[in-house]
């Protein structure tokens, strides 16, 4: 019963208690006065009933009165109680408070916002928690993986400030192995600059239409003969023709040449083949990067997109690499409002399909 009904029922029976109390108490006072005594009704004896009656009236009102408001009041106040009990603890961080929703009045449906309030604070809480997780995550791999570069540099150096490396052969060595370090910590500091700029979303893109066949043609025109030559395959079918999306150019190139790079990277047979395929569907255009490769783990594959996450065996096989690679991918991919999906089998292979939309839906 609401609120509402309740008090309007209350304020009925605040009538008719007292009322019906009124002829219960003067038949049964008559009765008890005058009929069954056999009495003869004076001035004197029904002095006596009515002060009698009128006692037991007012008695019988208060008590009415009272037992109905009492009723009222608790079955309103106890929900509230048990309301402001919630909130007491939800204000000191107790965020797993339950309260109790069930009933129609008008404080269960306060209770059910109420809950609701809680469970969508309890979530941004988990992901703030998350977020905050993330973060120190992140920049502990960022101080890792800068350290490891400049360490290894430094020892290179020092070796050869102290003439560790006598001969020519070796001071060469030295300084290749400098120059290489120099430049994977210039890559690295490339993708975290371009990871923090991606922060900003789309304010960062330079959108024009471009031709997605045709930037695909180019990567792999570029990649194809010097992979040619370390016995890659790999190949592109163009099964959606010229195909025209509103894009970053370069942030689009960054993207194929990382899910290419990776798929280069973690091979395991000596005949590895790369294929990449573009389709469309659903008013997206879409390539599906596909690999016969080492494949992910099933844990690993749901973290891949995580800054900083590495498989443990790609960090022991000293592949190279930040683990940034996707997780920029997936931020480009975002930004143009597009998909990116990642199926794979350890020992298998790997396929990164990625959609974007295209200019204006399907030609
Ligand atoms: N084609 C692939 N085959 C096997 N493993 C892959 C492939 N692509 C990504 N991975 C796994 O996902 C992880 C994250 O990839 P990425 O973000 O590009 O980082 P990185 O290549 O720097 O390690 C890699 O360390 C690797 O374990
Ligand atoms: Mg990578």
Redesign the pocket.
């Known amino acids: 019963m609401t609120i509402k009904q309740r008090l309007a029922l209350s304020s009925v029976l605040l009538i008719i208690l007292p009322v019906s109390a009124f002829f219960v108490i003067e038949i049964s006072l008559g009765y008890l006065f005058f009929i069954a005594p056999g009495m003869d009704i004076n001035e004197e004896n029904m002095g006596q009933f009515t002060t009698v009656r009128f006692v037991l009236f007012v008695l019988s009102v208060i008590l009415i009165n009272t037992m109905l408001i009492l009723m009222l009041a608790r079955s309103i106040i106890s929900p509230l109680d048990r309301l402001s009990a919630a909130t007491k603890e939800m204000g000191e961080g107790n965020l797993d408070v339950k309260v109790e929703t069930g009933g129609r009045d008008e404080i269960s449906a306060l209770a059910r916002e109420f809950d609701e309030m809680r469970r969508r604070l309890k979530m941004e809480k988990e992901l703030n928690e998350t977020y905050e997780e993330e973060k120190r995550h992140m920049i502990a791999g960022i101080g890792h993986d800068l350290r490891t570069p400049v360490t290894s540099m430094k020892g290179y150096v020092d070796g050869l400030i102290d003439g560790v490396a006598k001969t020519p052969e070796k001071r060469e060595k030295y300084l290749k192995t400098i120059a290489a370090k120099a430049d994977e910590l210039d890559t690295l500091i490339d993708e975290l600059s371009l990871f923090s700029r991606l922060d900003e979303g789309r304010a960062g893109l330079l959108t024009e239409n471009i031709g997605l066949d045709q930037l695909l043609s180019h990567i792999i025109d570029e990649m194809k003969l010097e992979l040619e030559e370390s016995g890659i395959e790999l190949s592109f079918e163009n099964i959606a023709g010229e195909t025209i999306i509103p894009a970053d150019r370069s942030k689009l190139f960054r993207v194929f040449v ?2 290419l ?3 280069i ?2 091979r395991m047979h000596e005949k590895h083949s790369i294929r990449v395929q573009l389709s469309t569907a659903d008013d997206h255009a879409r390539v599906i990067v596909s ?1 016969n ?4 783990g099933r844990e ?1 594959l749901s973290k ?2 995580q800054p900083f ?3 443990d ?3 022991n096989k000293n ?9 920029i ?1 997936k931020s480009i991919i975002e930004n143009h409002d597009g998909y990116i999906d ?1 199926e ?1 089998e350890p020992e298998r ?2 396929e ?1 399909t990625v959609g974007l939309p295209l200019s204006g839906g399907i030609k």
Do not use: H, W
């Open positions: 990382n899910i790079n990776n798929s990277k973690y690999d490769g080492k494949g992910i690993a891949v997109f996450y590495r498989e065996s790609s960090r592949t190279g690499g930040s683990g940034l690679g996707l997780s991918v990642i794979s292979g790997t990164v």
